[in-house]
């Protein structure tokens, strides 16, 4: 027999009571008294349609976005018999593909957050259960931030700002490298002239300037303890910080238009790089350490550009991941079992999985705009949080390049191809966001996506292909990004594509479709 | 040996009781429609304490055959069956001996010589687990009875472990004049097929439906509108069981399994004895 498809729901229940419901999609005997991980577990097989979730890289390869992977499946319920789960709130959906013997040897595919489920009522039909699902990311589409400013402040040492003020914002988030960002901060009292930067400790090597001017003359008291800090104000012209609560309190009134360069994040270690500021953020948007793959750490050691990032709004948290992320051409995404991944986007090529002419079910060209080459990329990168112009900068640094920094808030790095352009005049142009800061990384990042998006070497415009295929354990242990050999005769099609999206049991619980570039 | 029949499930509504089966696959399964997925299970079958049970019929009724549908048991295994009316156990309806579940089916001097079971004329389990296992337990007389215990030796079940999926006790139905000659016995295939452009089929395999189609034409009143109650009472839900012929041993596991009405049976009526009716029955694959 072909493989079985087993489901679980997280469910509970109007009391609370917590339970699990299990799902097949054709009769299996309960698992053994001894099995370790489910004794006796009953699946239930009335799975009509198997669930499923489209993961993609990026929602929009264009723009490198990225999105929740959405899905659904359906039971039937014609007899009634899931009714007492109508007053229960699903959660947590897992999905294995199993064949023989224990549970353990069961091949998760799929793991996903259900939404609200949908009772099929049909006086003249077959009454069904319907649960929409998202991949993890959709519980990701919240504000990174969920610390908010209590609008408390009663004396000038207090920092949670006040009524009418800040008071419901999120307080500001600082990770990487910012030494050159100009943040303008929070001012969470006006009194004491305290500032935050970062909602926890960050790193410091903080400078200040005044309307732009780094040459501020203002003198640093140093790292006080928040004790310390709370207790002592500085003299005139001095500041004092307190790095473990990324605060800053200015000595007398302060001049106008302050700006901070500092480095960020910096609780249990600092990273300016993209990878570990990725990983930053899951841990502050509450993914445990075991969910967080060993793929992070890896491109944090191998990369060499610096990244920075300042958070002051509520921004979502697949926003933030996806602003970072495409830094490196890279991804932060659920896999199959529910570990984050640093999936990097490249060119498709060497050893991978090959899909022979037998094992291709379908195959079609996608008509995406992918296939039109990018002959032109422009790279913003080293963003300045606080644009000052006229009046507003200070005259000592008018004329120079500091004012033309402060003047503009991104920077731009741009490489083309202009034989592209002449051969292919609907030639695309690219325009991204990057929280890079350097120029240097900034351009390489524009040549490798010159080089990912423009023509093939041999001078044929790219294509997306979407590949429906026999579902087998083989073709499971190839992961989104990897490169995947297309044997295609009637087509002409015998090369190497990047696996851009899957989705599982689709069109049938036997197969898979993927989409593959390349 | 006439067909037979049996449509009403005396199990329906008993009470269980006596052996130690697990919590959470209990002796109430016996009668959970689901056979395959909801069983009861024993999880030690080495004590033959643990894998009995007792059935409290609803009420008395003549019991012509006990079946145990969707079971593992092994090769090997044995099971007794005590009937018992008011006066209990003590006093059985019938002789309650130990039967192999799996007994000689072929003479054997009609296997070839060094076939591994020459000497016991017993199906290989190649053979058998073709199909799901069910255990035929009729007797030669219908026997009235309120109480049944049933007992089982399998101590060497290779799974460590038993499951019951189904308890059907029966009084079973075999019309004055068999069914019609043209009896048919089919596969639905349930396969789902794809062919690839290149040629090749990619197959998601999924068990098989067997099918029995046959016809009565030679029905009194009585029991042309004994079938027509079949498609009344059990629709397209409830078990209905048909044994073609209980003596043709070889050909039981393959022949006689738990099926549904999907076409509900009409009585078609001609003179006195003539009345005719046609049934099919779609083996119940869960």
């Known amino acids: 027999?072909?493989?079985?498809?087993?489901?679980?729901?997280?469910?509970?229940?109007?009391?609370?009571?917590?339970?699990?419901?299990?799902?097949?999609?054709?009769?299996?005997?309960?698992?053994?008294?001894?099995?370790?991980?489910?004794?006796?577990?009953?699946?239930?097989?009335?799975?009509?349609?198997?669930?499923?979730?489209?993961?993609?890289?990026?929602?929009?390869?264009?723009?490198?976005?990225?999105?929740?992977?959405?899905?659904?499946?359906?039971?039937?319920?014609a007899d009634g018999g899931l009714d007492y789960l109508q007053s229960s709130a699903f959660g947590k959906i897992t999905v294995w593909r199993w064949t023989a013997g224990a549970f353990s040897t069961a091949q998760q595919i799929l793991i996903g957050q259900a939404a609200a489920p949908v009772w099929q009522i049909d006086a003249d039909g077959k009454q069904a259960l319907l649960v929409p699902l998202t991949d993890l990311r959709g519980a990701f589409d919240r504000p990174l931030q969920d610390n908010l400013y209590a609008g408390t402040n009663a004396n000038a040492a207090d920092i949670e700002g006040k009524e009418g003020g800040i008071k419901g914002r999120p307080k500001p988030l600082a990770f990487g490298d910012l030494s050159k960002a100009h943040i303008p901060g929070v001012l969470v009292n006006d009194t004491g002239y305290i500032w935050q930067l970062h909602d926890g400790q960050?790193?410091?090597?903080?400078?200040?300037?005044?309307?732009?001017?780094?040459?501020?003359?203002?003198?640093?008291?140093?790292?006080?303890?928040?004790?310390?800090?709370?207790?002592?104000?500085?003299?005139?012209?001095?500041y004092q910080m307190d790095l473990a609560r990324g605060l800053f309190k200015h000595g007398g009134a302060p001049g106008p238009s302050l700006g901070f360069d500092f480095l960020g994040d910096a609780a249990s270690s600092y990273s300016d790089k993209l990878a570990g500021i990725a990983k930053k953020i899951l841990q502050k948007a509450g993914v445990s350490a075991g969910?967080?793959?060993?793929?992070?750490?890896?491109?944090?050691?191998?990369?060499?550009?610096?990244?920075?990032?300042?958070?002051?709004?509520?921004?979502?948290?697949?926003?933030?991941?996806?602003?970072?992320?495409?830094?490196?051409?890279?991804?932060?995404?659920p896999d199959r079992a529910g570990v984050w991944r640093w999936v990097e986007l490249k060119a498709a090529g060497g050893a991978g999985h090959t899909i022979d002419f037998d094992e291709i079910i379908s195959l079609e060209a996608?008509?995406?705009?992918?296939?039109?080459?990018?002959?032109?990329?422009?790279?913003?990168?080293?963003?300045?949080?606080?644009?000052?112009?006229?009046?507003?900068v200070a005259p000592t640094i008018r004329a120079t390049t500091r004012e033309e920094f402060i003047s503009k808030d991104w920077r731009l790095a741009r490489k083309f191809v202009q034989t592209t352009k002449d051969r292919w005049p609907g030639a695309r142009s690219l325009r991204i966001e990057s929280a890079l800061i350097d120029e240097a990384d900034a351009l390489a990042l524009a040549a490798r996506l010159l080089a990912l998006f423009g023509p093939r070497s041999?001078?044929?415009?790219?294509?997306?292909?979407?590949?429906?295929?026999?579902?087998?354990?083989?073709?499971?242990?190839?992961?989104?990004?990897?490169?995947?050999?297309?044997?295609?005769?009637?087509?002409?099609?015998?090369?190497?594509?990047?696996?851009i999206e899957e989705e599982v049991l689709r069109p049938d619980a036997s197969k898979l479709t993927w989409r593959l570039f390349g | 040996m006439k067909g037979k029949l049996a449509n009403i499930n005396l199990a329906e509504g008993a009470g269980f009781s006596n052996g130690t089966w697990a919590a959470a696959l209990p002796l109430s399964n016996l009668t959970d429609l689901r056979m395959w997925g909801a069983p009861a299970r024993c999880e030690d079958p080495t004590d033959l304490a643990k894998s009995k049970l007792d059935v409290t019929l609803t009420r008395s009724a003549a019991v012509s055959m006990v079946a145990i549908l969707y079971h593992n048991l092994s090769i090997n295994a044995?099971?007794?069956?005590?009937?018992?009316?008011?006066?209990?156990?003590?006093?059985?309806?019938?002789?309650?001996?130990?039967?192999?579940?799996?007994?000689?089916?072929?003479?054997?001097?009609?296997?070839?010589?060094?076939?591994?079971?020459?000497?016991?004329?017993?199906?290989?389990?190649?053979?058998?687990?073709?199909?799901?296992?069910?255990?035929?337990?009729?007797?030669?007389?219908?026997?009235?009875?309120?109480?049944?215990?049933?007992?089982?030796?399998?101590?060497?079940?290779?799974d460590g472990f038993i499951d019951l999926g189904f308890l059907f006790v029966a009084e079973t139905f075999s019309p004055q004049w068999n069914f019609d000659f043209g009896r048919s016995l089919s596969l639905s295939n349930r396969d789902l097929i794809d062919e690839t452009p290149s040629g090749r089929r990619i197959i998601n395999q999924r068990a098989a439906r067997r099918v029995h189609s046959l016809d009565y034409s030679n029905l009194s009143n009585a029991e042309v509108m004994r079938i027509f109650d079949m498609g009344k009472h059990n629709g397209s839900a409830k078990p209905i069981l048909f044994i073609p012929d209980q003596d043709d041993r070889p050909n039981l596991y393959r022949e006689a399994f738990p099926a549904s009405l999907i076409d509900l049976p009409g009585?078609?009526?001609?003179?006195?004895?003539?009345?005719?009716t046609t049934l099919k029955l779609e083996e119940i694959l869960a």
């Open chain 1, 1 to 77: 027999m072909s493989a079985v498809i087993l489901l679980e729901v997280n469910l509970v229940d109007k009391n609370g009571a917590a339970s699990v419901l299990r799902l097949c999609d054709r009769p299996i005997r309960p698992f053994a008294p001894n099995d370790t991980e489910r004794p006796n577990a009953q699946f239930d097989d009335r799975l009509l349609e198997p669930p499923s979730i489209r993961r993609s890289l990026f929602a929009d390869l264009s723009t490198l976005s990225a999105d929740a992977g959405f899905g659904d499946f359906s039971a039937s319920n």
């Open chain 1, 202 to 238: 960050i790193n410091g090597s903080e400078a200040v300037s005044e309307r732009g001017d780094l040459a501020s003359g203002l003198i640093d008291d140093g790292d006080l303890s928040s004790s310390v800090f709370d207790s002592t104000t500085p003299v005139a012209a001095h």
């Open chain 1, 291 to 333: 969910d967080i793959s060993a793929d992070f750490a890896t491109a944090e050691a191998a990369a060499t550009a610096k990244a920075g990032l300042w958070i002051s709004d509520a921004v979502s948290v697949i926003a933030a991941l996806d602003f970072v992320a495409r830094g490196d051409l890279a991804a932060v995404l």
């Open chain 1, 366 to 392: 996608d008509d995406d705009e992918m296939q039109i080459p990018v002959w032109d990329v422009e790279v913003l990168y080293a963003r300045n949080y606080q644009v000052l112009t006229g009046d507003n």
């Open chain 1, 458 to 499: 041999d001078g044929t415009p790219k294509q997306v292909l979407r590949v429906v295929r026999e579902q087998s354990s083989a073709a499971l242990t190839v992961d989104l990004g990897q490169s995947v050999r297309v044997k295609f005769p009637p087509a002409s099609i015998d090369r190497d594509f990047t696996l």
């Open chain 2, 78 to 158: 044995k099971v007794r069956i005590t009937l018992a009316g008011s006066a209990g156990f003590a006093s059985p309806a019938n002789s309650p001996v130990w039967e192999s579940i799996w007994p000689r089916m072929f003479p054997s001097t009609s296997l070839p010589w060094r076939t591994s079971s020459w000497w016991t004329g017993r199906p290989d389990l190649s053979d058998i687990d073709l199909y799901p296992r069910h255990l035929w337990l009729p007797f030669d007389d219908a026997l009235l009875a309120n109480q049944i215990r049933i007992e089982i030796d399998d101590t060497g079940n290779p």
């Open chain 2, 267 to 276: 009585a078609g009526f001609g003179l006195a004895t003539l009345n005719a």
